[in-house]
T-cell receptor, first 114, second 112 residues
Framework: KAGVTQTPRYLIKTRGQQVTLSCSPI?????VSWYQQTPGQGLQFLFE???????NKGNFPGRFSGRQFSNSRSEMNVSTLELGDSALYLC?????????????FGPGTRLLVL | DQQVKQNSPSLSVQEGRISILNCDYT??????FLWYKKYPAEGPTFLIS?????DKNEDGRFTVFLNKSAKHLSLHIVPSQPGDSAVYFC???????????FGDGTTLTVKP
């Protein structure tokens, strides 16, 4: 099976712009989660989607949003970018997101905001 | 309030010796704990996990111990190899694997 893929891998934007990141989960996986990792920090949970519905949401401002399509592919959007949004954005998928399941991560999208 | 803490940002050990990585948590609702390994420019990869109903899980060179009363878990790597050099993240979930809480990571360096 192909792993989790994320596009693009690298992105440079300027403050005030918006950005859309894409994630394709492992085939058959219906739960997709997004995390933000900043230097020296662990992974901060953004949100989780399951069957096209946002099931969980972390403590991020409304500028961060996402969606999931019927084929389980997911996108996240960040509007009005700020310098502090520079980070590695990781997508992870699992079969159903239930307890005991392992999440499989993509390589991430590194976003730099200038 | 950080619910999962890895208090050691870095750890250096000699090849062949034991590496012990520690993790503390505060949320008693966590029922599943995982360790991930991350190399630069790659996403985290699953290493080993443990359910809250167990106190030990072993997989080859990797063993995870869980002490529920102390809200503490540890990852033991024996023997350590240079290829184990990476950042190790401890993670926990409370019934929803899609919303895991991660620690800040510990950078392990195994010297030849």
């Amino acid at each position: 099976k192909a792993g989790v893929t994320q596009t693009p891998r690298y992105l440079i934007k300027t403050r005030g712009q918006q950005v859309t990141l894409s994630c394709s989960p492992i085939s058959g996986h219906r739960s997709v989660s997004w995390y933000q990792q900043t230097p020296g920090q662990g992974l901060q949970f953004l949100f989780e989607y399951f069957s096209e519905t946002q099931r969980n949401k972390g403590n991020f401002p409304g500028r961060f949003s996402g969606r999931q399509f019927s084929n389980s592919r997911s996108e996240m959007n960040v509007s009005t970018l700020e310098l502090g949004d520079s980070a590695l954005y990781l997508c992870a998928s699992s079969f159903a997101g239930t307890s005991g399941e392992t999440q499989y991560f993509g390589p991430g999208t590194r976003l730099l905001v200038l | 309030d950080q619910q999962v803490k890895q208090n050691s940002p870095s750890l250096s050990v000699q090849e062949g010796r034991i590496s012990i990585l520690n993790c503390d948590y505060t949320n008693s609702m966590f029922d599943y704990f995982l360790w991930y390994k991350k190399y630069p420019a790659e996403g985290p990869t699953f290493l080993i996990s443990i359910s809250s109903i167990k106190d030990k899980n072993e997989d080859g060179r990797f063993t995870v111990f869980l002490n529920k009363s102390a809200k503490h878990l540890s990852l033991h790597i024996v023997p350590s190899q240079p290829g184990d050099s990476a950042v190790y993240f401890c993670a926990a979930s409370d019934g929803d694997a899609g919303k895991s809480t991660f620690g800040d990571g510990t950078t392990l360096t195994v010297k030849p």
